[in-house]
Antibody, heavy 121, light 107 residues
Framework: EVQLVESGGGLVQPGRSLRLSCAGS????????MHWVRQAPGKGLEWVSG????????DYADSVKGRFTISRDNAKNSLYLQMNSLRAEDTALYYC??????????????WGQGTLVTVSS | DIQMTQSPSSLSASVGDRVTITCRAS??????LAWYQQKPGRVPRLLIY???TLQSGVPSRFSGSGSGTDFTLTISSLQPEDVATYYC?????????FGQGTRLGIE
């Protein structure tokens, strides 16, 4: 069974940092691009960042550029999102997601259950 | 950035109705367009990619069309289990962008 399991969410104060992790299983992890997509409470989907199969291509949404860093460890079938200088507007459910192809510009066919990040003092 | 605009924002229809949702890109994206379904409290599900290719396991009552800037998602015969919010997504280039969503209900 193809599965993505996120961890690392929680309550954090504005300006602080948090690192999200995602463990993939049931597929050849290093064949596919991976993404982080977030959804604020009661709102729509917002793509955050994507990384190609070999980490050679990385992109970010303008709203997180310079604050968030995506990375992956194919040996561990894992995806990460380092989030610095967190703001209240970063509060959301963060989904780890698998692309249909190895490069970031593809549809997303598998989603994790999400990990909730709440930024509040 | 490419903006994706869906219409309508919400709609209600009767079981068995044909339902169409449209998505317009602010510039041409060829066929790099996907549609997702998100039921309340659930994870998004890929329905269609490459504008018109049905994802494996998705019922055939769902179909997609379009190219360039104008796209449509059609449900040929609405079923009760289709109650959900539907999103289009541009993946032509970074940043990947989603439409604002269309909430579909049953009358």
């Amino acid at each position: 069974e193809v599965q993505l399991v996120e961890s690392g969410g929680g309550l954090v104060q504005p300006g602080r940092s948090l690192r999200l992790s995602c463990a993939g299983s049931g597929f050849t992890f290093d064949d596919y691009a991976m993404h982080w997509v977030r959804q604020a409470p009661g709102k729509g989907l917002e793509w955050v960042s994507g990384i190609s199969w070999n980490s050679g291509s990385i992109d970010y949404a303008d709203s997180v550029k310079g604050r968030f860093t995506i990375s992956r460890d194919n040996a561990k079938n894992s995806l990460y999102l380092q989030m610095n200088s967190l703001r209240a507007e970063d509060t959301a459910l963060y989904y780890c997601a698998k692309g249909r192809a190895g490069f970031p510009y593809s549809a997303i066919d598998i989603w994790g259950q999400g990990t909730l990040v709440t930024v509040s003092s | 950035d490419i903006q994706m605009t869906q219409s309508p924002s919400s709609l209600s229809a009767s079981v068995g109705d044909r339902v169409t949702i449209t998505c317009r890109a602010s510039q041409g994206i060829s066929n790099y367009l996907a549609w997702y379904q998100q039921k309340p409290g659930r994870v998004p599900r890929l329905l269609i990619y490459a504008a018109s290719t049905l994802q494996s396991g998705v019922p055939s009552r769902f179909s997609g069309s379009g190219s360039g800037t104008d796209f449509t998602l059609t449900i040929s015969s609405l079923q009760p289990e289709d109650v959900a919010t539907y999103y289009c997504q541009n993946y032509n280039s970074a940043p990947i962008t989603f439409g604002q969503g269309t909430r579909l209900g049953i009358e």
